[in-house]
């Protein structure tokens, strides 16, 4: 699965760090998130749109949804 995470925060001007402590997980995961090398559970994805003020599907990118 692709996402924006990481397009979108850095449009807003927010660290890795920053991001990472508001969502109650660690830098690392917010990196592997970003270079889609980690799928998040669904209430990461859910906190993670929330934060952006966004729906799941403004931030994640599913596969099946690229073929149509």
Same mark, same amino acid.
């Given at each position: ?13 927010? @660290?890795?760090?920053?991001? =990472? %402590?508001?969502? *109650? ?8 998130? /970003? ?8 209430? @990461?994805?859910?906190?993670? =749109? %929330?934060?952006? *003020?966004?729906t ?6 599913? /596969?099946?949804?690229?073929?149509l």
């Open positions: 699965m692709k996402n924006k995470i990481e397009q979108i925060r850095k449009e807003r001007g927010i @660290l890795q760090d920053e991001f =990472a %402590k508001a969502l *109650g997980v660690s830098r690392q995961t917010i990196s592997s998130l /970003e270079n889609g090398r980690y799928n998040p559970s669904i209430l @990461l994805a859910y906190k993670i =749109a %929330k934060y952006f *003020g966004m799941i599907e403004d931030v994640f990118i599913f /596969e099946e949804e690229e073929q």
